[in-house]
């Protein structure tokens, strides 16, 4: 690894708190006026405005996170393909680049953004088995190649997909973490149970597993239905209106995302994070919660 060559959790483990996580990088770009595009997202802002993706990493990092996350949610061969773009590697070599000119000399990790081929809230898939193979093999590569610390496989509600990530970077050796995105009956989009989606995410020996982009309600309902041990964490949906909405603005105050932040400190979570609709005050106001927890 780049920043620290260790497992980032045993850091957390070591330093005896979670790990901030930042927060929404592509609503963050859309409330500056950025206009998002169907497939690709904002992956346009990395070529054509590089020193906004800097200055938002480097807002993350001063707010007091630990990891930030590459501009490389749609940097992925199959969703460039889209655009008629096959030179995937420019994409995501520049994204990396970005980050790491942000974090310099900083004690800060990178975590490389691997989000599903497709949209995110799609139940249907359309993309063959080989495709789909294909776009998580060269993207997860690509990510590693190009330096970041780990894989953050975000937004995930496939098992065929979970199941070729997971079998990729076990294989590999490749540090990564899973983190599933659930509907409201707590199930993959594609109908497993999260307990079936866990236990084999397990047995491909991850850093963490996490949940990101649901509700702060359906995050509470995760709590009651499962057990989830070892190395683990969240980064939940702060905008108005539903996960799937296009256009994202904030709907969850930094400081009542921070009160339910605190309620979760109990069970040890080893990051922390906000995602769609959050900005730099969300990273800030759980940073005072936890330097109130273990630093007070």
């Known amino acids: 690894m780049s920043t620290f060559n260790i497992n980032p959790f045993s850091f957390a483990k070591r330093i005896k708190r979670p790990l901030i996580l930042d927060g929404a990088m592509g609503s963050l770009l859309q409330q500056m006026g950025f206009e998002a595009d169907d497939d690709i997202w904002m992956t346009r802002v990395n070529q054509k405005n590089p020193e906004i993706i800097i200055k938002i990493h480097r807002d993350y990092i001063s707010a007091g996170a630990d990891i930030i996350t590459t501009n490389t949610f749609r ?17 995501v070599k520049k994204a990396v680049k970005l980050a790491k000119t942000a974090v310099g000399d900083m004690p800060v990790f990178i975590a490389g953004s691997n989000a599903p081929a497709e949209d995110c809230y799609q139940k249907q898939r359309t993309i063959s088995k080989r495709e789909l193979q294909l776009n998580h093999r060269n993207h997860i590569d690509l990510l590693i190649d190009s330096g970041v610390d780990f894989i953050l496989n975000e937004t995930h509600s496939h098992f065929d997909e979970i199941e070729i990530i997971c079998k990729h970077c076990s294989r590999n050796k490749i540090p990564y973490v899973m983190s599933l995105y659930l509907d409201e009956n707590l199930k993959l989009l594609s109908g497993e149970s999260l307990s079936k989606a866990l236990k084999f995410i397990w047995e491909h020996e991850p850093l963490a597993v996490g949940i990101n982009c649901i509700t702060l309600n359906d995050f509470s309902k995760v709590f009651k239905s499962v057990n989830i041990k070892s190395n683990w964490g969240f980064y939940l949906n702060c905008g108005s209106g539903k996960p799937t909405d296009a256009d994202i603005s904030c709907g969850v105050s930094p400081e009542f995302y921070a009160g339910v932040v605190k309620n979760y400190l109990q069970w040890q979570p080893s990051f922390i994070g906000s995602c769609c609709g959050s900005s730099p005050e969300h990273i ?5 919660v936890l330097d109130e927890k273990y630093n007070g």
């Open 75 to 91: 940097t992925n061969p199959y969703s460039l393909k889209q655009k008629g773009i096959s030179n995937y590697s420019k994409y």
């Open 284 to 288: 800030k106001a759980i940073k005072r």
